[in-house]
């Protein structure tokens, strides 16, 4: 069974289990050092005699977190807000040349490969004229590994990584 009782320095409603009355704590709320009082049991008068009744309790309605008040501040400000989350500025290379975007592009030997026929080459080619050579910032090889799916083996190949402005 659980003790509610509020502190009685901040009048914070606290919930905490039956087996701590009598321990002294620190208050969440405020910090102050508080006793946790004696569980209140229903006294019986002669007239009604105690029942016992069932209830059902919603143990989420019934937790301490549901019952929490919070008495929350907003700080109030004269003037405009400060912009806490800055958008990232352009790169130099990127604002000096305007409208056009810094891209980036990889093409994969494995995604060149057509019924047999290596494709690669073709397909680099006709991708570097599309983009044309004044745009092409830098290309770069790469080597990877990649899982086979037929033969379930590791695979090493090779592939092109073109930055381009477009």
């Known amino acids: 069974m659980d003790i509610i009782f509020n502190c009685?320095?901040?009048?914070q409603e606290l919930e905490v289990d039956s087996s701590a009355a009598g321990s002294q704590l620190n208050c969440p709320?405020?910090?102050a050092l508080i006793?946790?009082?004696?569980?209140e049991t229903?006294?019986?008068s002669p007239e009604s005699p105690a029942k016992l009744e069932p209830s059902i309790i919603n143990p989420i309605a019934a937790s301490a977190a549901a019952k929490q008040e919070l008495h929350l501040k907003v700080p109030v400000r004269e003037g405009p807000s400060e912009v806490l989350i800055q958008k990232p500025r352009p790169p130099l290379?990127?604002?000096?040349?305007?409208?056009?975007?810094?891209?980036?592009?990889?093409?994969?030997?494995?995604?060149?490969?057509?019924v047999g026929h290596?494709?690669?080459?073709?397909?680099?080619?006709?991708?570097l004229q599309k983009v044309g050579e004044d745009n092409i910032i830098s290309i770069t090889p790469l080597t990877y590994t990649h899982l086979d799916?037929?033969?379930?083996?590791?695979?090493?190949?090779?592939a092109v990584l073109v930055i381009y402005r477009g």
């Open 42 to 44: 229903p006294v019986p």
């Open 118 to 127: 290596d494709r690669f080459d073709e397909t680099v080619t006709n991708f």
């Open 93 to 114: 290379e990127a604002a000096a040349k305007g409208e056009k975007r810094i891209r980036v592009k990889t093409i994969r030997h494995t995604d060149c490969i057509e």
């Open 149 to 158: 799916i037929g033969t379930q083996k590791l695979l090493t190949d090779y």
């Open 29 to 31: 709320a405020c910090q």
């Open 35 to 39: 006793t946790i009082p004696e569980p």
């Open 8 to 11: 009685p320095h901040c009048d």
